[in-house]
């Protein structure tokens, strides 16, 4: 019977009587018989393929979440590691800290009292000794640093907090306050024991635009804007060297914070006396500007009305 079967597959010609034997022998009906070598037929090889297709698609994967990762580093976010105790107690030895590199993009430039990572100006950190390595272990590290698994050994970069941008006038005498636009600025930030100068007083400085003025929060244990007057920029730090912003202290859990602005830099009179305007006159300066066209329009019609 089971020959039956095989003959009506193959095509050939079934005999005229194969009664109700044939259709008990294959399961109660020609479909019914047959339905079951066909999931058979499915189970067996579809699983094998399957399990071949992802072995092959594999290194695909990997490359897709390589590239991925690269294009988050690049574009969105990046991990940096704290090396040093120049922006304690706000940011630890071993914090790692997710620096936001989307909005730099869309032609977003740093504000005071942001905490920013950015590129040696030149001549800040000074000449780095190389670290020996073994050859594979520094080839994975340059891999994983490319793709913003862990931090390069070869970018200098550094982090610091915002104090004046483009415009500002900043400065800090004595003991302090440090002074933006003539505004104290109160800083609770500032690493306990450290004075707003860190026995560095300088200043008045007038920032350029485009470049910012940046500090340390501890203000005795960081060679910042203060240390590199001599330099090209008298101290102060190109926005274009600027990485990104600081948001928020991802690892070790225990350290978790967001980095927002303190309440401070958004004390009134503080953007005014940066554009060279007094507060009181930024109202009176928009009416003007307001009113010209209208008189220029009443005049014009006066005039077509007299004619």
């Not at 399961?27 to 019914?32: A, E, L």
């Not at 401070?264 to 500007?289: H, K, R, V």
Request: glycine share 14%; net charge neutral.
């Amino acid at each position: 019977m089971g020959d039956l079967v095989v003959g009506a597959r193959s095509g050939r010609e079934e005999p005229e009587d194969r009664g109700p034997t044939s259709s008990s022998s294959s399961g109660g009906s020609s479909g019914g018989g047959e339905a079951p070598i066909d999931a058979n037929d499915r189970d067996g090889g579809g699983g094998k393929k399957q399990q071949r297709s992802f072995w092959k698609e594999l290194p695909l994967l990997i490359v897709i979440a390589l590239a991925l990762a690269w294009l988050i580093k690049t574009f969105l976010l990046q991990a940096f590691s704290i090396p040093s105790a120049s922006m304690e107690n706000t940011l630890r030895i071993g914090d790692r800290v997710l620096v936001d590199k989307l909005t730099p993009w869309f032609g977003s430039e740093p504000e005071r009292g942001e905490v920013v990572v950015f590129h040696d100006p030149g001549g800040w950190l000074g000449e780095t000794v190389p670290v020996d390595t073994n050859p594979v272990t520094g080839a994975i590290q340059k891999g994983l640093s490319f793709v913003g698994l862990m931090p390069s050994a070869e970018e200098k970069d550094l982090i610091k907090r915002v104090i004046a941008v483009g415009g500002d006038t900043v400065e800090c005498k004595g003991t302090g306050p440090v002074k933006v636009n003539g505004k104290a600025l109160e800083e609770p930030y500032i690493y306990p024991g450290n004075t707003p100068c860190g026995d560095r007083p300088f200043g008045p400085i007038k920032v350029p635009q485009g470049r910012i003025w940046v500090m340390g929060d501890h203000r005795q244990d960081s060679l910042d804007s203060r240390y590199h007057q001599n330099l090209p920029g008298n101290g102060t730090v190109s926005v274009d060297e600027v990485v990104g912003r600081a948001v928020v202290v991802a690892w070790p859990i225990s350290n978790w914070s967001t980095l927002s602005v303190p309440s401070t830099f958004d004390q009134p009179g503080i953007n005014a006396a940066a554009a060279g305007l007094p507060a009181t006159a930024l109202p009176a300066a928009g009416g003007l500007a307001g009113a010209v066209p209208l008189v220029m329009w009443r005049r014009r019609r006066l005039i077509n009305q007299a004619g």
